[in-house]
């Protein structure tokens, strides 16, 4: 039973490289989600999808961007990455119906540290 | 701009003592209210959630939430912790009718022996 998972789990870049961050989720759910974790920040949230083939911007989408070509997998893209991308990304899922609103209950990954030096 | 207040950042207290973990939100529509719990090194995990019904919610290892609507609050509380439950601890809510979730700050609960 593997929910929603994340990779890689570590990772390490140099300033202006890019790199995507993957999420696949077993549960047929239709909503997708990517957050960002800062220490005391609580989880701002880059990007959501609730659909395949939709995505749309959450409160901190500069600098990354999302695809959903299927339900399963919404992959997380970051291009020319920035100390200031430094944090631990989650990715979520929800069940709903597609294009209907959610309840917002979310399950998780475990979660991507990535450091940008 | 909606959001959500965690009143602590941190709260210390000795195991089998009794906590609360308060949390406020700002909103003029319904609400959906969760809490979750994260371990260290580890994802979010659901603790409970408020959908509609009964103001008082239970949920896993003995944790229970009142949902208080006029002073928008959802406040976390246990009778008696233990030392396994030290972890930080998020509030969050989703507007009815909306696609996002929205989480406060977290609340870091240390259980001392």
Known sequence: NAGVTQTPKFRILKIGQSMTLQCTQDMNHNYMYWYRQDPGMGLKLIYYSVG???TDKGEVPNGYNVS????????????????SQTSVYFCASSPGTSGRASTGELFFGEGSRLTVL | AQSVTQLDSQVPVFEEAPVELRCNYSSSVSVYLFWYVQYPNQGLQLLLKYLSG?????????FEAEFNKSQTSFHLRKPSVHISDTAEYFCAVSYTGGFKTIFGAGTRLFVKA
């Not at chain 1, 339900?71 to 920035?82: G, K, S």
Request: charged share 20%; net charge neutral; glycine share 10%.
């Open chain 1, 52 to 54: 395949a083939g939709i």
């Open chain 2, 54 to 62: 009964s103001t008082l919610v239970k949920g896993i290892n003995g």
């Open chain 1, 68 to 83: 959903r070509s299927t339900t399963e997998d919404f992959p997380l893209r970051l291009e020319l990455a920035a100390p």
